[in-house]
């Protein structure tokens, strides 16, 4: 079916979209369920929008090492596109203590390349103009797993977002020194001091996005974000507070 692209010219407006983008391949866990929001500021729905009493339910899919995967998305939201990641962790299920791997990064033009602002109409079931190819590593280990897509929104509130997937990853036996040996997953805007505040209309520049990365724009008008950003700081931040409180 074939949409009309057209964008807000306003960037502060695409905020009052009620069809925010919704992961759809690959197939996202049934619960925690999806909802059309960025993550808790505080970080308490981190990771996968779950709190502390979801049940991680889903039907994995099938990867292959070495094979190239899709990415797409649901919704109109687009903010402007962004910078996102595709990571893995191999905890199940995943908690906020979990270590997510970065397998792909993508540098401005996510979750949809070429648009200044969202979609328009807002439409919540719109198929994702826009999909985005990675490849499992060859040498990371089999079994069951989790992959995340996260992003970093370039127009609007400064905002994360993640939704999470099931997947088994299946092939020779890997290492688990290769998939130490990954980047950790970028948070920022959810706890700690790493932000993107003072980025709104800039694409982010991840710190350490790994060897597969696509950039799409310009990459001297992308910026990187604020605060300490080293690996997962936000997440580790989350992590810290979750454990004083259950210490307390």
């Avoid at 690959?26 to 909802?35: F, H, I």
């Avoid at 200044?116 to 040498?139: F, K, Q, W």
């Avoid at 060897?211 to 300490?228: F, I, L, R």
């Amino acid at each position: 079916m074939f949409f009309t692209k057209s964008v807000l010219a306003v960037g502060g407006l695409a905020t009052l979209s009620q069809a925010h983008m919704l992961l759809r391949t690959p197939v996202p866990y049934t619960s925690p369920a999806l909802v059309q929001d960025p993550l808790d500021p505080t970080g308490a729905n981190f990771p996968c929008q779950a709190r502390a009493d979801t049940q991680f339910v889903g039907t994995a899919t099938p990867m292959e090492k070495g094979s190239t995967q899709i990415m797409a998305f649901t919704g109109s939201a687009v903010h402007g596109g962004g910078s996102c990641q595709v990571s893995i962790t191999y905890d199940n299920p995943p908690t906020a203590a979990s270590v997510w791997k970065v397998l792909h990064s993508i540098q401005g033009g996510c979750p949809a390349r070429n648009q200044a602002g969202n979609i328009l109409p807002d439409n919540a079931a719109l198929e994702g103009v826009d999909n985005y190819e990675y490849t499992i590593p060859a040498d990371i280990p089999t079994g069951n797993a989790t992959i995340a897509w996260t992003w970093v929104n370039k127009v609007g509130n400064r905002e994360f977002y993640m939704n999470c997937a099931p997947v088994s990853i299946e092939g020779p036996e890997g290492s688990e020194d290769a998939l130490a040996a990954l980047p950790d997953m970028f948070t920022a805007n959810i706890g700690g001091d790493c932000t993107t505040v003072g980025a709104d209309s800039k694409d982010i520049l991840f710190p350490n996005p790994g060897n597969s990365v696509e950039t799409n724009g310009d990459v001297s008008a992308m910026v990187p974000p604020t605060g300490n950003c080293g690996g997962g700081a936000a997440a580790r931040a989350v992590r810290g507070r979750r454990a004083a409180k259950f210490a307390a």
